[in-house]
């Protein structure tokens, strides 16, 4: 399964874009990139995925380079209770295993 | 709404003692999976299963065990408990994965909150 890193701790301004790096440099063809978050005391929460096209929904964006070996997750206008953990997931389509690495820990401040 | 339910949110058992953990889901999902969280570990998989009565270790299955034998149903079990089990559980589920990229995202419960003494 494709390893991913994420920097251990990011801060973030309330009101300006978070953007939230990963690596996955081993990333196979037919794994997607998917994201979570978990908050406080709280089981974790879907935001988005991707393959290899960008994605946008109302939670965020995602933006994969075109070797895939990297991703950005962007919260376009961070709030407060936008302050969390996010992992960023290589999942591979054919068993939809879900493997989590150590994430990023987001500040959101005021 | 969809739901993940997780037997107990707090559960203290004595050293030795067979632990079950239980977790059921009512959207019809074929995976389940259960986690453990530490502190500065992260959610690390033990046990995922992909149907009824399948099952395959994640990267920590040593000291538990895993039973599903119906499809709403997927129970964790701590054959003979420790202290270093001491954790939060969370169990999740999600469809099996489908071609074309559809949204399979994971629905997790609320966690269980084990201490072994």
């Known amino acids: 399964d494709a390893k991913t890193t994420q920097p251990t701790s990011m801060d973030c301004a309330e009101g300006r874009a978070a953007n939230l790096p990963c690596n996955h440099s081993t990333i196979s063809g037919n794994e997607y990139v998917y994201w979570y978050r978990q908050i406080h005391s709280q089981g974790p929460q879907y935001i988005i995925h991707?393959?290899?096209n960008n994605e946008t929904n109302e939670m965020a964006s995602l933006i994969i380079t075109e070797d895939r070996k990297s991703s950005t997750l962007i919260l376009p206008h961070a709030t407060l209770r936008d302050t969390a953990v996010y992992y960023c997931?290589?999942?591979?389509?054919?068993?939809?295993?879900?493997?989590f690495g150590q994430g990023t820990t987001l500040q959101v401040k005021p | 709404d969809v739901k993940v339910t997780q037997s107990s949110r707090y559960l203290v058992k004595r050293t030795g003692e067979k632990v079950f953990l239980e977790c059921v889901q009512d959207?019809?999902?074929?995976?389940m999976f259960w986690y453990r969280q530490d502190p500065g570990l992260g959610l690390r998989l033990i046990y995922f299963?992909?149907?009824?009565?399948?099952?395959e270790k994640g990267d920590i299955p040593e000291g538990y065990s895993v039973s599903r034998e119906k499809k709403e149903r997927f129970s964790l079990i701590l054959e003979s408990a420790s202290t270093n089990q001491t954790s939060m559980y969370l169990c999740?589920?999600?469809?099996?994965?489908?071609?074309?990229?559809?949204?399979?995202?994971?629905?997790f419960g609320q966690g269980t909150r084990l201490t072994v003494v």
């Open positions: 299963s992909y149907d009824v009565k399948m099952k």
């Open positions: 959207m019809d999902h074929e995976n």
């Open positions: 999740a589920s999600s469809l099996r994965i489908r071609v074309g990229g559809m949204n399979t995202e994971a629905f």
């Open positions: 997931i290589v999942r591979p389509s054919n068993t939809g295993k879900l493997i």
């Open positions: 991707g393959l290899k």
